[in-house]
């Protein structure tokens, strides 16, 4: 599946639930990715793990986009 989304001009925001009522955790980087394939191997019969991906316009000016 591919977004098309302009790495330059957005900001790309990932976040899952482990339990129904916990508050979202955001995938900041490869480690954080890591742990959560991990999860997904260690609970795949029990929980679903449901990534919820966000974009968002950057701040910068000097873009041009």
């Known amino acids: ?24 955790i955001v995938l900041r980087n490869d480690n954080g990715v890591r742990i959560y394939v991990e999860l997904k191997k260690q609970f795949s019969g029990l929980v ?6 966000s974009n968002f316009d950057k701040s910068s ?3 041009d986009c």
């Open 48 to 53: 679903n793990f449901s990534l919820c991906v």
């Open 1 to 24: 599946m591919e977004l098309n989304i302009v790495e330059v001009c957005k900001k790309i925001e990932v976040k899952y639930v482990v339990e129904g009522n916990s508050s979202p």
């Open 61 to 63: 000016s000097k873009i």
